[in-house]
């Protein structure tokens, strides 16, 4: 089943048009934005308009990815990247009031 994510095609065609991103990085936005959704509809999380997320529901998200899905710190950052870019995307077209994601940190690497 396809999860519907709110305002993808207009982030990725954004981001070709302005930020000149390669389709890689078009394709590793999908893939975490459907991870992140997927994780929410989990989650019993029937709001799943972004206006509606909160930031206590990203960082549950990046919980998971830690201690369940027991993913690289490196891996975890790209989510959190991703997910702050969307969030970002989202607040200058209006689509969210406040920003969610916006006060969140990459986690520390371990190796320093």
Known sequence: MTIHIPYLPELLLFLEETQCVQKRTQTDYQKVL??????????????????????????????????????????????????????DFLERIGKVGVDPAAKLKRLPNQNQ
């Open 34 to 87: 459907s991870s992140f959704y997927n994780f929410l509809q989990l989650e019993q999380k029937n709001y799943l308009e972004p206006i509606n997320i909160s930031t206590s529901d990203i960082r549950k998200y990046i919980t998971y990815l830690v201690e369940e899905k027991q993913l690289k710190i490196s891996t975890v950052n790209k989510h959190i990247s991703k997910i702050k870019g969307y969030f």
